[in-house]
């Protein structure tokens, strides 16, 4: 194996939501996100064929680094309720090289498996400057389609990703929005199987098969 990444700073962001649409949350609702700005491996290089060798070198110790952050701010696995990450890939970099990092399960893997998840990471990745948006989109992390829990955490660096950085960030919720009222695609698909074997016909692209 070869050298891990190389790490400039980690930043951690804590937003915690007390009222929300000018009602009070019975239970104030956190949100984390940690993030490691390290140098793009892959920087001054040119077009880079295969970028799985430094992916399997770097990425695995970055969700070893960060996972435990999450848990310092939020508490136990059982704290976490919706989970989501992200990356930005500074101004000489590819979008891949940012995917890269965080579209693999040898990083991934490191968060879902420590929580007890089952749905899979939401995720952003893109190309920025220095205190450029980075949003960490998150869901259930046991029911991608309950949508109580979409919710999306939004912070910036200052100073960073520079041109040949990249920002590999996860997010983690304590719990969903803070007044949950739309209901779930579920409840959705029940509505439109109803009304597509009342029409006997096509509702929203989905042909009727007589089952409510």
């Not at 700005?37 to 880079?48: M, S, T, Y």
């Not at 696995?77 to 989970?83: G, L, S, T």
């Not at 990703?161 to 029940?190: C, F, K, T, W």
Request: with cysteine; aromatic share 6%; glycine share 12%.
């Amino acid at each position: 194996m070869g050298q891990g990444p190389q790490i400039r700073k980690v930043v951690t962001h804590v937003d915690t939501t007390y009222i929300e649409g000018q009602k009070e949350i019975s239970t104030p609702i956190k949100m984390v996100g940690v993030a490691a700005v390290i140098r793009n491996p892959w920087a001054g290089q040119g077009f880079v064929e295969d970028l799985r060798p430094a992916i399997m070198e770097q990425a695995p110790p970055l969700g070893d680094l960060l996972v435990p952050l999450i848990f310092h701010e939020l508490g136990t696995a059982d704290d976490v309720q919706a989970y989501g990450k992200a990356a930005v890939v500074g101004q000489n970099g590819e979008i891949e090289h940012a995917s890269g990092f965080i579209h693999t399960l040898w990083f991934g893997n490191k968060f879902r498996d420590a929580v007890g998840g089952a749905s899979y990471l939401s995720f952003t990745n893109k190309r920025g400057g220095p205190d450029c948006s980075i949003q960490i989109p998150m869901m259930e992390k046991n029911d991608a389609g309950q949508r109580s829990h979409y919710i999306t955490l939004e912070f910036s660096i200052s100073d960073a990703p520079g041109p040949d950085e990249i920002i590999v960030a996860l997010g983690a919720s304590s719990g969903g929005r803070a007044h949950p009222r739309i209901g779930n695609r579920y409840q959705d698909l029940e509505d439109m199987d109803r009304m597509a074997a009342e029409a006997g016909g096509v509702v929203a692209g989905r042909p009727s098969d007589g089952k409510s």
